[in-house]
């Protein structure tokens, strides 16, 4: 995406700077030609330390617009921040309002990334929503011009936040894949396997178990001389168990474990047929997914979950397959189901690719940013003078912190919540699969004791047969015994 954004930007003749977080690996600041611009700020999803993590993200932040202002000396610049959290709203608007006082002309644009699964999926929490309010009524009081924008990248995630805020809600797509290459549509015909990709995180979230159960199924199946799976394990430690057995298999599987460059990835994705893209749509309701958009844009033909972004894009692009989320067998009947039908859905997997590309596109992405808000209002409310906190850092910080406090504890819930869910989920599963096989042995044995019962019928026949005979023959005058009686 930055290196899409860099270079539409150098075509616009745009002044363009991109900063990176300071941990990034060296393999991809070396590959994306990036250099980190400044320490890392924890997500705040992810740290044990949450109020140090939103200290962190204001202190760099100032320290990145204090600069950009000293560069552009009161003339107008955009921020886009593409991983944003509700909490960073606040900052970014109190930042706003300081520098705003200054006279420097700043527009601000927060793509919300950090996004509670829980509320998005209509399971509402009373904690979390007084959470977004209360993040509202601070974006209004510093920020009355209206200069920060909020954005998402997915209509799922608008239609879950936007009654929560007093402005609009923007939808601006990513550019997460280049606008003007050439959609490549190369038969398959020829192949006497067709290759079965998965190239995303080694997470439950990710579905990388359900990879692992789906191939051991199909193993078993009449299709599986007709299929290559080909899997490449991120670099971490989750699933550990899973990744061992994953390499324990040698049959109709290739196991990729490197760091993929950008060209490495592209190759990857030319070389599959089907992509597979099994999150679980309890932990990925409404994310977007740059390896479905590159999927699609390839023209592969995807396997995805039911009820996620992911499946609403099927309805206009391309051409997949979708399955119960959460469940291998699903997606192993899936998997069966795009091979069975893979002449067929090659027919569909070009359909709307060039507007797909289009719409994220950052050609599209900078058009988007430029677009005014049909709901803003500039100017109105409290001149930036009369705000209260207008020069403490220390309140903002309090305020923020305070909700982060409501976050955490409704957050912590969730987690516990969603990760009882998938253990419930894998429980049932694996509880379904041993009442399946105990139903198939029932069925055996019902089968076995049909076979004997009517060998026991014959037997008897036979036996009354004999009897009868003897009868006949003891009855009659001239009988002897020839031959043993068998």
Same mark, same amino acid.
């Given at each position: =995406?930055?290196?899409?954004?860099? @270079?539409?930007?150098?075509?616009? *003749?745009?002044?363009?700077?991109?900063?990176?977080?300071?941990?990034?690996?060296?393999?991809?600041?070396?590959?994306?030609?990036?250099?980190?611009?400044?320490?890392?700020?924890?997500?705040?999803?992810?740290?044990?330390?949450?109020?140090?993590?939103? =200290?962190?993200?204001?202190?760099?932040?100032?320290?990145?617009?204090?600069?950009?202002?000293?560069?552009?000396?009161?003339?107008?610049?955009?921020?886009?921040?593409?991983?944003?959290?509700?909490?960073?709203?606040?900052?970014?608007?109190?930042?706003?309002?300081?520098?705003?006082?200054?006279?420097?002309?700043?527009?601000?644009? %927060?793509?919300?990334?950090?996004?509670?699964?829980?509320?998005?999926?209509?399971?509402?929490?009373?904690?979390?929503?007084?959470?977004?309010?209360?993040?509202?009524?601070?974006?209004?009081?510093? $920020?009355?011009?209206?200069?920060?924008?909020?954005?998402?990248?997915?209509?799922?995630? *608008?239609? %879950?936040?936007?009654?929560?805020?007093?402005?609009?809600?923007?939808?601006?797509?990513?550019?997460?894949?280049?606008? !003007?290459?050439?959609?490549?549509?190369?038969?398959?015909?020829?192949?006497?396997?067709?290759?079965?990709?998965?190239?995303?995180?080694?997470?439950?979230?990710?579905?990388?178990?359900?990879?692992?159960?789906?191939?051991?199924? &199909?193993? @078993?199946?009449?299709?599986?001389?007709?299929?290559?799976?080909?899997?490449?394990?991120?670099?971490?430690?989750?699933?550990?168990?899973?990744?061992?057995?994953?390499? #324990?298999?040698?049959? !109709?599987?290739?196991?990729?474990?490197?760091?993929?460059?950008?060209?490495?990835? =592209?190759?990857?994705?030319?070389?599959?047929?089907?992509?597979?893209?099994?999150?679980?749509?309890?932990?990925?309701?409404? @994310?977007?997914?740059?390896?479905? &958009?590159?999927?699609?844009?390839?023209?592969?033909?995807?396997?995805?979950?039911?009820?996620?972004?992911? %499946?609403?894009?099927?309805?206009?692009?391309?051409?997949?397959?979708?399955?119960?989320?959460?469940?291998?067998?699903?997606?192993?009947?899936?998997?069966?189901?795009?091979?069975?039908?893979?002449?067929?859905?090659?027919?569909? /997997?070009?359909?709307?690719?060039?507007?797909?590309?289009?719409?994220? #596109? %950052? /050609? !599209?992405?900078?058009?988007?940013?430029?677009?005014?808000? #049909?709901?803003? @209002?500039?100017?109105?409310?409290?001149?930036? $003078?009369?705000?209260?906190?207008?020069?403490?850092?220390?309140?903002?910080? &309090?305020?923020?912190?305070?909700?982060?406090?409501?976050?955490?504890?409704?957050?912590?819930?969730?987690?516990?919540?969603?990760?009882?869910?998938?253990?419930?989920?894998?429980?049932?599963?694996?509880?379904?699969?041993?009442?399946?096989?105990?139903?198939?042995?029932?069925?055996?044995?019902?089968?076995?004791?049909?076979?004997?019962?009517?060998?026991?019928?014959?037997?008897?026949?036979?036996?009354?047969?004999?009897?009868?005979?003897?009868? *006949?023959?003891?009855?009659?005058?001239?009988?002897?015994?020839?031959?043993?009686?068998?």
């Amino acid at each position: =995406m930055g290196r899409a954004i860099g @270079q539409e930007a150098e075509r616009q *003749k745009i002044a363009y700077r991109h900063f990176v977080n300071g941990d990034v690996t060296s393999e991809i600041a070396h590959d994306l030609g990036l250099a980190p611009k400044f320490d890392f700020i924890a997500g705040l999803e992810w740290t044990d330390d949450p109020s140090g993590a939103l =200290m962190d993200f204001l202190k760099q932040s100032d320290r990145i617009l204090a600069k950009e202002c000293e560069l552009h000396r009161g003339s107008e610049f955009d921020v886009f921040m593409y991983t944003a959290h509700p909490l960073h709203l606040p900052i970014i608007a109190y930042l706003l309002s300081k520098y705003g006082r200054d006279g420097s002309k700043i527009t601000a644009h %927060a793509c919300l990334f950090y996004i509670d699964t829980h509320f998005c999926r209509g399971l509402k929490s009373g904690s979390y929503i007084t959470l977004l309010e209360k993040v509202s009524e601070l974006i209004e009081l510093f $920020d009355p011009g209206q200069k920060l924008r909020i954005c998402v990248d997915s209509a799922r995630t *608008k239609r %879950a936040y936007e009654s929560y805020f007093e402005r609009e809600i923007k939808l601006l797509p990513l550019p997460l894949v280049y606008e !003007n290459e050439p959609v490549r549509v190369v038969s398959k015909q020829e192949k006497q396997r067709l290759t079965i990709g998965y190239v995303s995180d080694r997470t439950k979230r990710a579905g990388y178990d359900l990879v692992f159960h789906a191939y051991k199924k &199909l193993s @078993q199946s009449t299709l599986f001389s007709k299929i290559q799976f080909q899997v490449k394990h991120a670099p971490r430690e989750q699933q550990a168990d899973i990744y061992q057995q994953f390499h #324990s298999e040698s049959e !109709n599987i290739t196991n990729i474990d490197k760091f993929l460059t950008d060209q490495e990835y =592209m190759q990857f994705i030319a070389d599959c047929d089907v992509i597979l893209l099994p999150y679980r749509s309890e932990r990925y309701p409404c @994310q977007t997914s740059g390896i479905l &958009l590159d999927a699609l844009c390839e023209s592969k033909i995807v396997v995805v979950p039911e009820n996620t972004w992911m %499946a609403d894009q099927l309805e206009d692009y391309g051409a997949g397959v979708t399955f119960i989320s959460g469940d291998s067998d699903s997606l192993a009947e899936a998997i069966e189901a795009a091979t069975s039908s893979f002449g067929e859905l090659q027919q569909g /997997r070009a359909r709307n690719i060039p507007k797909l590309r289009k719409l994220h #596109s %950052a /050609r !599209n992405l900078f058009e988007s940013l430029r677009s005014p808000d #049909s709901k803003r @209002q500039t100017g109105v409310g409290k001149e930036i $003078d009369d705000l209260p906190f207008s020069d403490s850092t220390e309140s903002v910080l &309090l305020q923020s912190l305070s909700l982060m406090l409501d976050l955490q504890d409704a957050g912590d819930t969730i987690r516990r919540r969603d990760s009882l869910i998938i253990s419930r989920g894998d429980e049932v599963e694996k509880r379904t699969h041993q009442i399946t096989s105990l139903e198939g042995q029932i069925t055996s044995l019902e089968g076995q004791i049909t076979s004997l019962e009517g060998q026991v019928d014959s037997l008897e026949g036979r036996v009354n047969a004999a009897e009868r005979g003897l009868v *006949k023959m003891k009855s009659s005058r001239s009988w002897k015994i020839t031959a043993p009686l068998r």
